[in-house]
């Protein structure tokens, strides 16, 4: 009578041995993988300038642009949003101070290019139309009037009291514009969309 072993007295079979890698083989292998990194860090550079290009971060120093904007926040900006699109009054822009191109300054643009300002009475009026301004820190203390002509823009801060703006250097060139301010992301408890402010204006009296 033929006999078969049972699983029980079956021998393990020895484990297979790997075969080493031949040095052609381990040439190519650390080949994918410095091939694999370039193409990552590549990647990676082609977002950053990508991002760089249509965006900007920066960071609010000061208080001139209380209460809408607080210091130490930091901010998205637009760079292709006037490529695309016109300025308008109540947006707030980012842009080098003229002053010194080294400094962003931030403000919100309260006169475009042919407007008459005058600031009187603790109120800005555009055109003979006083500006009903609900984002203000407070009313402006001091008086003035300013034309606009092409190629420039009337800029204040928000904090009109305490703000270094077109009331004390003068216009803004639009060639000095960085972009436009969209949105708040840091501190993440502060997040937010910085919306688009009309700027409402009423007849002077």
Excluded at 37 to 54: H, K, S, W
Excluded at 87 to 94: E, K, L
Excluded at 173 to 182: L, Y
Aim: no cysteine.
């Amino acid at each position: 009578m033929d006999t078969f072993e049972t699983d029980s007295q079956a021998q393990p079979e020895a484990p297979s041995e790997v075969p080493a890698e031949t040095p052609e083989q381990e040439k190519i292998h650390w080949g994918r993988l410095l091939l694999d990194i370039f193409e990552t860090l590549a990647l990676a550079a082609l977002l950053f300038v990508g991002i760089n290009a249509i965006s900007a971060r920066v960071r609010v120093d000061g208080f001139s642009m209380r209460p809408t904007l607080e210091d130490g926040e930091f901010v998205l900006v637009n760079r292709l949003a006037y490529r695309f699109g016109d300025f308008q009054r109540g947006d707030i822009i980012v842009f080098r101070f003229p002053m010194d191109p080294q400094q962003e300054l931030i403000k919100r643009v309260i006169g475009l290019p042919g407007d008459t300002i005058y600031i009187q009475h603790k109120n800005v009026s555009v055109n003979g139309q006083i500006l009903v301004e609900p984002y203000i820190a407070e009313e402006p203390a001091y008086e003035g009037s300013w034309q606009v002509p092409d190629g420039y823009l009337f800029v204040l801060g928000d904090n009109r009291n305490d703000s270094s703006d077109s009331h004390s250097w003068g216009l803004l060139p639009m060639e000095n514009v960085v972009g436009k301010a969209i949105l708040i992301y840091w501190p993440p408890p502060l997040w937010n969309v910085i919306e688009h402010t009309n700027v409402v204006a009423m007849p002077a009296r």
